[in-house]
């Protein structure tokens, strides 16, 4: 029982290039999300899934998509990365959405854009 | 909106002090607050949660209580050890999927 496994753990892009994160979790949750995390300012949601075949936007889903390939899998694309993109990104999943649902985090990727 | 305000770090601190760390939050209802802790390298663990007022949440030694008076949610932990050395994130959630993060405080435990 992994939880919540993220590849890759650390990726460099150069501007403009594309690249996509992907994230698996094997707890049999219905709620997967992505979060950035930035120095000084916690974690921010970025997308969402509530369920499989929805998704919805977080508070900073610009430049950023999302699918969610099945139950298990979430993946998260920079279609044209950015500087301001160079953050940690983790993911998360919860067996619901809903303010009672614990959220499992995964180790997070460590994601540099010159 | 929510948010969460926690001070900031980092605090250093030696083997067997008492820590701690200030939360407090502006939501709209009755949320449900947590501490969440990453270790070097690690994604967050859940360290312990409080759903409603008074309640008091524990883990690992660590403790904290839901003070709807003061809007306040303070980690404390008696007797520290090296291995507690991580970042500690305040957050809150509401009545929906959101969960809000105060900014981290880093933690280094000294032996």
């Known amino acids: 029982n992994a939880g919540v496994t993220q590849t890759p753990k650390f990726q460099v892009l150069k501007t403009g290039q594309s690249m996509t994160l992907q994230c698996a979790q094997d707890m049999n949750h219905n709620s997967m999300y992505w979060y950035r995390q930035d120095p000084g300012m916690g974690l921010r949601l970025i997308y969402y899934s509530a369920s499989e075949g929805t998704t919805d936007k977080g508070e900073v889903p610009n430049g950023y998509n999302v699918s969610r390939l099945n139950k298990r899998e979430f993946s998260l694309r920079l279609e044209s990365a950015a500087p301001s993109q160079t953050s940690v990104y983790f993911c998360?999943?919860?067996?619901?959405?809903?303010?009672?649902?614990?959220?499992?985090f995964g180790p997070g990727t460590r994601l540099t854009v010159l | 909106g929510d948010s969460v305000t926690q001070m900031e770090g980092p605090v250093t601190l030696s083997e067997e002090a008492f820590l701690t760390i200030n939360c407090t939050y502006t939501?709209?209802?009755?949320?449900?607050l947590f501490w969440y802790v990453q270790y070097p390298g690690e994604g967050l663990q859940l360290l312990l949660k409080?759903?409603?007022?008074?309640d008091k949440g524990s883990n690992k030694g660590f403790e904290a209580t839901y003070r709807k008076e003061t809007t306040s949610f303070h980690l404390e932990k008696g007797s520290v050890q090296v291995s507690d050395s991580a970042v500690y994130f305040c957050?809150?959630?509401?009545?929906?999927?959101?969960?809000?993060f105060g900014a981290g405080t880093t933690v280094t435990v000294r032996a």
């Open positions: 939501a709209t209802g009755y949320p449900s």
């Open positions: 957050a809150l959630r509401s009545n929906d999927y959101k969960l809000s």
């Open positions: 409080a759903t409603k007022a008074d």
């Open positions: 998360a999943s919860s067996e619901n959405i809903g303010a009672y649902n614990e959220q499992f």
